[in-house]
């Protein structure tokens, strides 16, 4: 070897040593997610952070839409070419834990102190068995938004109970309005326009029971009237838009944002899109109005989506480290300001720049978790519920709303899927 060659070569292995660790060991992370236009921009930049202080790993995003994600992921997870993280809807996530797909991270919950950090309601939507599979970001509650600045030029009073929200219904749909904006395409959204009315017939305590304690049943009198409030009742005061089974949910927002529906009945995750499309509105949430006299008014609560780790994951311990960061200081400042999110974890509101809607939010998930507050929260069935239950959830509600099947036949239906994917 030549003199010159011998120095050149020299050098090059004097670089290459010199060179910081990340250089010679990148990690590329693939993840999908399907935040959205509200969420999106804040994850753009926990991403870009979170990549500025690790600059051994490379995260490739890739947004996928949550129905899609439902649909393709068990494929792709299975073949081990799908993301190494991704964020997916619990219940869907649930049966890949379960069939191998995806990893336990409970070493991961020890390492990082999620178990200290996080609240104990928090985490148990993603526990099977006593193990931890996912992480929630979105500790979600569901009520009924309202347009106050709506009532007050109209001169209504909000409706409080059934009979003052049918009396409401005929006068707002007289007046040109749709007085709920609520909507039953692809029909997720019947999963709380029957649990929230469930919740104020037959209670917190008989949910409870019969989702953890396998008492009850789902054919009982009290749900196939809950079934009949929202389906029979408000259906027949005009309550909703006459294509309700058609209005997809991009819809139903519009309907609320432009002031064409005073009340919207859905979940706090829509609270960043009030934000930004009606931020000089007067809008507050109240609990669905009682359905039975004297009866309770309860929000139900739950986690919608959480981060998993694939089980072909290249390098999990980076995929856990990416996780860990989406409750970073510096992250939960997007998340809550900027996307309206609420973290399964203790937040100060004074800590953050909110409106009165999002420190109401944070204020009523923070109480809830206090044995001693007086607030009760009911549960968003679906996420606990096996997949079988939730389509007939979504299918059984459409035909019901379109005079196909009866609220008892519904009930039944239900009673015997449940049955049927009990392990």
Request: net charge negative; charged share 20%.
């Amino acid at each position: 070897m030549s003199t010159l060659k011998r120095i050149v070569s020299i050098t090059f292995v004097l670089l290459v040593l010199s060179l910081p660790a990340y250089a010679q060991d990148q990690i590329t992370l693939l993840v999908w997610d399907h935040f959205g236009s509200v969420s999106g921009g804040p994850a753009d930049m926990i991403y870009e952070q979170f990549m500025a202080e690790n600059p051994n790993i490379v995260i490739q995003r890739e947004v996928v839409d949550a129905q899609q994600i439902k649909d393709i992921a068990p494929t792709a997870l299975a073949s081990g070419q799908g993301p190494d993280l991704i964020y997916m809807d619990i219940s869907d996530a649930r049966p890949l834990f379960q069939g191998g797909l995806l990893i336990a991270l409970d070493d991961y919950a020890e390492q990082y102190g999620w178990y200290d950090r996080f609240y104990e309601n928090g985490l148990s939507w993603s526990i099977v068995d006593g193990q931890l599979f996912g992480l929630g970001m979105e500790f979600e509650f569901v009520g009924v938004f309202i347009n106050n600045d709506i009532f007050e030029r109209e001169g209504w009073a909000v409706p409080t109970n059934l009979e003052e929200t049918l009396a409401y219904c005929q006068a707002a749909s007289a007046a040109g309005y749709v007085p709920f904006a609520h909507g039953q395409n692809p029909g997720w959204q019947t999963f709380f326009s029957f649990t929230m009315p469930l919740h104020n017939t037959v209670g917190v305590e008989w949910v409870e029971n019969r989702v953890f304690n396998d008492t009850g049943s789902w054919d009982d009198p009290g749900v196939v009237r809950a079934i009949e409030v929202f389906y029979r009742d408000m259906r027949d005061a005009n309550c909703f838009d006459p294509d309700v089974n058609g209005l997809d949910w991009q819809t139903q927002q519009d309907l609320f944002f432009s002031g064409e529906a005073p009340l919207f009945p859905t979940g706090t995750w829509v609270v960043g899109g009030i934000i930004q499309n009606m931020p000089d509105a007067n809008v507050t949430m109240m609990p669905f109005p009682a359905t039975v006299p004297d009866g309770p008014r309860i929000y139900t609560t739950g986690m919608g989506s959480a981060w998993f780790i694939a089980s072909s994951a290249a390098n999990p311990d980076a995929a856990a480290q990416l996780i860990d960061f989406m409750f970073s200081d510096f992250a939960l400042e997007q998340w809550v300001e900027q996307a309206g999110y609420v973290p399964p974890l203790p937040l100060d509101a004074d800590d953050y720049e909110l409106t009165e809607l999002q420190k109401f939010v944070l204020e009523t998930l923070s109480a809830s978790v206090d044995p001693d507050s007086g607030v009760s929260l009911g549960y968003n069935i679906d996420v606990l519920a096996p997949r079988p239950f939730n389509t007939m959830l979504q299918e059984g509600f459409q035909a019901v709303m379109a005079d196909l099947k009866s609220p008892e036949e519904q009930a039944a239906d239900l009673e015997r899927i449940w049955e049927e994917n009990q392990e």
